[in-house]
């Protein structure tokens, strides 16, 4: 029995690596997008969904394809070359004209397709991601008729069928294929390439803008933190009599805060570049944006374009907002401050009690354990209720409903987050404590962190594979192992077949399951944003958090790239024009930054060592005069810099003032064409 | 010798009677811009000009005439309907649509004209104040060539002649006539109809976009004082015990704030509703708006529409903003802040010799009117300097040179009308004293000049018509007043034969030197920034402040209203599509009124009384707290209600939609044609 189990172990090995094989080389010419049921999904179901697919998405080519052993079905979606060209009229997608034609990014036309530079090479014009996004709107084009119903579930008139079906969790997910030599690629130029510049626009084109715009952001960041980075290694090299560090602490605290400032100048207009080269500085009209699949409203016609669309009225998200929303959450945040408060004030008391001697030390350790393990919990349940209240306030736009959703979570994590460090610094006014508390921080934190995210990920998937393969050895007979066998190994050969859906029908799945979800690029940039709140806010008391932050991030933006391209499912590429809410985060953060840091000089016990005759009102004024003068400085200087770059502005009026003339010309060319006809025709 | 002086003064009020006529009763459809010329002028600039007209802008229909006695020359300008629909056109005046197009606002273009409704009545398709814009950007679009000259003044290729020949003086005003039949509408309706609310659409299609976006400021800002009005006159009323007294301060301070944001909000949704009514806000990019004609730079081609244009480095007028103008203006201020101090300070030590006695009462006054004296000299000086510098900043856009102007000139203002009440609220720190320069200031400033601005016109006007009638009988002989006379009366009758330029070339000018030049809605403005900055920063102080503004302002606005109608030239049309920076110096003026208002409650003396037991760090500290979470409070208020009312948002995105649409439309319909033809040839 025990060799037995060895070689199902063997298999659940090979079956391993043929699952990651296939995850890579399914060839993209022929799948875009890749749906799967649930295991036991009755065939009834996919009948359904199949023969909707067929005829109201005609223009979709699906080849369903079965993986016996997990008993799991998928759907390979793709489309003909002139149905994609279609759809990238409707997304408006930008591509570059021929230089006889301007040259220059325009919204491609299906009509004018002959204008466009590689319109001819069905392979290259479009990208991988933008086809992939081409069929996954068309699949979310599928929409329901009235009365139509799957089982108990019944869907109102034009819902989409293919979104709603995942949330009920009829479809497990819909999600693109990676693209094995684009990866090979970028692992080279990019997850690999330490001692070189990210290759942004080969990101933009794999993974779409938002994620590339996430890694500009990243990259630019690191390189602005050179500067706290070195000032601070300099102040903390030179640091001795209390006199310097006196003033190296004004000094960091003032130079932080504009240097915050000037960053985040930088960076909108080192992103307005960005989004300029990429195509989405010009964005559409937010009312002429298709809504969230999972949208619900009564249905009216859409007094923009004239066709039948949902409409929730601002009023009741309004009321859901103020009333609801708004309470439950200050309370949720109030029970974090609470609870976190007790366990900070338990924590002294057993300081003292220990250092009293009248309990053992070890039991110190209790309260940092509490803390976590609330924090954990209470984690857990703010989620959970943030993600209820941001579906119940049902916003239009993806966009809305995700800076809602961001805004929610940020608060929770400000408070778990700072908490503990405006506690040791405006409470307990201890600022060697506070040095310690960040670079602990600092260590824990960001270290770990960064090392869980890229390793965790990897055991998750080692487990599921593992449990993959337990189960299909556990279920099986050795007749059946065989046979699997012979399936698992096959697609190899199939290969070559891949063109005729019914042969290669039963097999082709594996992998697919076993990547796990990338769940958007908030995580990632909530690390960040929380990082930036340290290095800005605190650094004045710890000098080297620059440097920590800077080191962290040079691993971050690779251990990011390693984990987008190895552990996670390719994502739909997403078009943005900027950062969106984050840039406000960290603006607010900036302005936190400035009181923050005029309060730290407050508490410091600075002022009376420098000049012990000023009464203690007259300190505290001196410095609020001080903090509205920094804020007012900001100000000035955030609106002195322009947010887009000269030379993107006059791209973009060139743009309008072409769109504006072309309609002229073209009128007129329509009227000559018309006399023309009419004179030919007499 | 009396009676012959007594005669001719005769003559003079009847001349000013006439002039008054000839203001008026100048047909709109015969003249649209008069330019005039200083007296003297010599024949061959004339010519010179004529010639240029004639030529390079022939669209432009032009009037010789001469009157003989003030030996003022003018021409009177028009042109042909059909040029100024081509005219409408290339200033894109949006326009409505005839109903079976779809209605609403429109961009006028000439070749689809039909489409538009009205556009068959030549009288009444575009306004007076459309006309005249037209003819107005057709005589700046006069252009020099290449080494062209006038006596001693040299063109660069390319400048715009007139503009230039006006800031040189050799021509001396350019300007649209009034139109008598409307100016009767709107002094029924407007001027002396105090019970009704303005026409704002009458006002918009006379005046223009801009002069009718400031009264419908000064009418929304009047209503939205009945608030703290009402307020004010309840707290006023109830005023008595102490306890009372320091409730109503702080209420009225919290409030106070709290309205300024709600109304800065509300004005900011009103004006983006009159805006879009009126078709200016959906504004063209800046770098497709033409310069200023006064813009100087070096030529080269516009990179947006590949016309030659002039260009001027942005980081020239950086240099000179950063390293002139700061500096300078900083200066400026400094000295006005140190003289109006020392005259503080003067001014209590007198006080205090007279109350000892020690000197007689009469010199009390002696600081106040070195005070008016120092203010006037110094506002004279300033102003040059402001205007010089912004001058020399060289401004591409109107707009942007006036907003720089403006915050100059704003920057003056606010030290000079606010620093005697700081002084007193936080110098001397004496509430009832600040109570009583708050109400003598809303009494004098405000009242008297209200007066001001309408019987100065009214006697500068007088009075120069005095000088012309009183030089015009001096220098004559009793022979050549009568036939002065005739001249001066024929006109009356010449209005049959106005058509004919050649038989009326040698009369009908007189008034046009006689109304003041209306120099922009900037004065008016700067006067209720400053009204608002008292209300709001001050007025727990003085709880009647807002009933004083709101008295004064019912009164301002007919008083404006009969200054503009009667007392100043017709000024040309504007199209705005905001208040622009006015509505920026307001909100700063809200997030200052938060600052002063905690500053006072501060410094009143309430908490003390309220709890004793506070120490004054505490209670800076409190205080300090308060305003961070108003200003927050402020913040999220002004973030949580959107700038633009739904409706006009919905409105602005199907314009856009259809101008998206509309191109690929157009290209189909072309190709549609274009293959008929070819079948047609065929």
């Known amino acids: 029995a025990y060799r037995m189990l060895d070689k199902r172990f063997t298999n659940t090995s090979r079956l391993m690596v043929s699952s990651k094989v296939w995850q890579k080389t399914i060839p993209t010419n022929n799948c875009d997008v890749l749906l799967t049921f649930p295991a036991k999904t009755e065939d009834s179901t996919l009948m359904w969904l199949l023969a909707r697919l067929k005829w109201r998405v005609p223009e979709v080519v699906v080849n369903v394809r079965h993986h016996s052993s997990s008993g799991i079905y998928g759907f390979y979606m793709t489309a003909s070359y002139e149905n994609l060209l279609k759809g990238a009229d409707d997304l408006a997608i930008q591509k570059p004209l021929k230089s006889e034609y301007g040259g220059g990014l325009k919204e491609f036309t299906f009509e004018d397709q002959e204008c466009f530079a590689g319109v001819e090479d069905e392979k290259m014009f479009l990208t991988s991601q933008e086809r992939q996004s081409i069929v996954h709107y068309m699949i979310n084009n599928l929409r329901a008729e009235e009365g139509e119903e799957l089982g108990k579930l019944k869907f109102l008139e034009g819902q989409p069928i293919v979104p709603l079906l995942e949330s009920k969790n009829i479809i497990s997910q819909v999600f693109p294929l990676h693209n094995s030599t684009d990866l090979e690629t970028l692992n080279k130029t990019w997850v690999q390439a330490f001692d070189k510049t990210q290759p942004l626009d080969s990101i933009c084109e794999y993974f779409g803008v938002k994620i590339a715009m996430y890694f500009a952001y990243l990259g630019h960041y690191t390189i602005s933190l050179v500067f706290p980075t070195v000032l601070g290694i300099l102040l903390w090299i030179l640091q001795g009599n209390q006199g310097f560090d006196d003033f190296s602490f004004v000094l960091f605290a003032v130079v932080n805060v504009m240097w915050a400032t000037l960053f985040l100048e930088h960076w909108k207009r080192t992103s307005a570049e960005l989004a300029y080269k990429w195509g989405t500085l010009d964005k559409k009209d937010e009312l002429l944006e298709d809504p969230r699949p999972l949208f619900k409203g009564d249905l009216v016609k859409n007094p923009v374009t004239d066709q039948t669309c949902f409409e929730y009225p601002a009023w009741k998200r309004n009321l859901f907002r103020y009333l609801v929303t708004v309470p439950v959450i200050f309370i949720c945040l109030l029970v974090v401050f609470v609870v976190m408060l007790l366990i900070f004030q338990l924590q002294e008391w057993i300081n003292a009690l220990v250092l009293a001697g009248r309990i053992p030390g070890f039991i110190k350790f209790l309260p940092k354990i509490m803390l976590a393990l609330s924090i954990g919990v209470l984690d857990d349940i703010y989620k959970k209720i943030a993600y209820w209240l941001n579906d119940q306030e049902n916003y239009r736009l993806e966009n809305t409903y995700e800076t809602s959703l961001i805004i929610k979570l940020v608060l929770f994590q400000f408070v778990n987050s700072f908490l503990s460090l405006f506690y040791i610094a405006f409470y307990l006014q201890d600022m060697s404590r506070l040095r310690d508390q960040l670079a602990a921080i600092f260590i824990t934190r960001q270290i770990v962190g960064n090392l869980k995210e890229v390793f965790m990920p990897y055991f998750i998937w080692k487990f599921r594979l593992f449990k993959v393969g337990y189960k299909m050895a556990g279920e099986m007979s050795p007749g059946s192992i065989a046979r699997e066998f012979k399936e698992m190994t096959e697609p190899t050969k199939e290969k070559v077949e891949a063109d005729s859906p019914l042969l290669a029908q039963k097999s082709r799945t594996g992998g697919f399951k076993l990547l796990l979800q990338y769940t958007d690029t908030w995580e990632d940039y909530m690390e960040m944003v929380i990082q930036f709140g340290y290095v800005t806010l605190f650094s004045s ?125 073209c009128l007129s060319l329509f009227f000559v064409a018309l006399a023309d006809f009419s004179k030919c025709k007499n």
Request: with cysteine.
């Open 541 to 665: 008391a710890f000098p080297l958090a620059a440097l920590c932050a800077f080191i962290n991030n040079i691993i971050e933006i690779r251990s990011d790239a390693f984990k987008l391209c190895f552990h996670h499912q390719r994502p739909f590429g997403k078009r943005v024009g900027s950062i969106g809410i984050w840039q406000d985060v960290m603006e607010a953060m900036g302005i936190i930054a400035v009181i923050v840091n005029c309060a730290l000089v407050g508490t410091s016990g600075i002022v009376p060592r420098v000049a012990p005759d000023m009464s203690s009102s007259t300190t505290i004024l001196m410095i609020i005069v001080i903090e509205h003068v920094i804020l007012l400085l900001k100000f000035i200087l955030a609106n002195a810099i322009p947010d887009v770059p000269e030379w993107v502005a006059t791209e973009k009026a060139k743009l309008e003032f072409k769109r504006r003339t072309a309609l002229k010309v």
